[in-house]
């Protein structure tokens, strides 16, 4: 019988961690971290975003700014602020807080972004540095993905990998921290033929496709690490994943529940790239 990994608790655990460590750089004299967040318009899911967010960095200890910008700002008006928190010696991390209202070019604005500010991993820099195997920010929930396997004591050297999915934002980055650890990696997508045979053949897999339940037992190896990042609304109301986290429980050694698995690590993630940041320019 396999174990649900709760991301959770394990963000409550690591997020204790970084408190400690926030508070010890306290007691040393110096300044506590700071993330500037800039939200643009009133999208209330973004909003929510925030306020989990501004929560997590407040329990921490990280102090959050938040910039909050009317729907109407021009581009030029947008890249200005990103230039000032560029420039602000006390800001560590940038986050500009998806999606921009229409008018507004997202790539653009990320690469006004300061890349060693850019605690999200979305500037080109860093994801070329991420494909180039040098140090980076990469893409939060990747980062989160990650540490949810290390967490399960998967040790990922040697071990086959499969990412369904190839987005910028998860699939892709993920398959390459993968491979950076030593897997051998193969990454799946809708034309893929014969998922469920591919699948079975993997120790790690990671579904990241959004396609509500699609994996059941006969999609996994025995004893599998399996990663759910998958967030999709049944017809009942409820969230579910892309695995069925119950079906597949009894044959491998982890599975992460939807909610309360990746999720909660995304914003953890931030903090943990936040701190990198803070680290890089306090101690440099
Ligand atoms: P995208 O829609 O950008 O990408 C989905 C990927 O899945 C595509 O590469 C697509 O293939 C592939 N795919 C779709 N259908 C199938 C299928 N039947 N078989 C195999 N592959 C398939 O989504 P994201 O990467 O942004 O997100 C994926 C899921 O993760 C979503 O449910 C999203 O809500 C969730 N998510 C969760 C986060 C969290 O914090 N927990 C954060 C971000 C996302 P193709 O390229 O061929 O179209």
Redesign the pocket.
Known sequence: MGELLYGSELSEKLKGEMRDKVIQYGKEGRRPPRLDTIVVGDDPASLSYIKGKKKACEFVGIRNVVHQLPATVSQRELEQLIQSCNKDEMCDGILLQMPLPDGLDANRAILAIDPDKDVDGLHPLNVGRLYAGEPCFAPC?PV?IMLILDAMGCAIEGMRAVV????R???NPVARLLQDRNATVTI?????RD?AALTKQCEIVVA????PE?LDHTYVKEGAYVVD????RKEDGHLCG?VKTEDVLPYVSYVTPVPKG??PM?ICSLLHNTLKAYEKRCFK
């Open positions: 929930t989160g369904i999915g190839r987005s934002l998860v699939g799946a997508h809708s034309r893929t998922l990241a496709c959004g396609q699609m990042v998958g967030i999709n892309d990746v999720g995304t």
